[in-house]
């Protein structure tokens, strides 16, 4: 019964910073957030390994900042300098070295004035 919780997900103006969490209910070689916004296919935001290497998509690069705390199973999101084309729905996803990927039940991110 692997379990992922989200939280932190809201709505912020233009120019504005928020913090998602995703507390797993085990440890992963892989964590990280996609989102998919209306209308879109869903895509990688960022990712970070156990060892700390990290994956940003290029629409990020520089504003959001990827992290994970192992000892509680946990992987954070810091998005600052929000746009009006973040707004979507963040997943979490996890994944062991071998098997299937698992999810959260996502958050909604909206940003607008």
């Known amino acids: 019964q692997v379990q992922l919780v989200e939280s932190g997900g809201g709505w912020v103006q233009p120019g504005g910073s928020l913090r998602l969490s995703c507390a797993a209910s085990?440890?992963?070689?892989?964590m990280g957030w996609y989102r998919q916004a209306p209308g879109k296919q869903r895509e990688l935001v960022a990712e970070i390994t156990s060892g700390g290497s990290t994956n940003y998509a290029d629409s990020v690069q520089g504003r959001f900042t990827i992290s994970r705390d192992n000892a509680k199973n946990a992987v954070y999101l810091e998005m600052n300098s929000l746009k009006q084309e973040d707004t979507a729905v963040y997943y979490c996803?996890?994944?062991?070295?071998?098997?299937?990927?698992?999810w959260g039940q996502g958050t909604q991110v909206t940003v607008s004035s």
């Open positions: 996803n996890a994944a062991k070295i071998t098997g299937p990927d698992y």
């Open positions: 085990g440890s992963f070689f892989i």
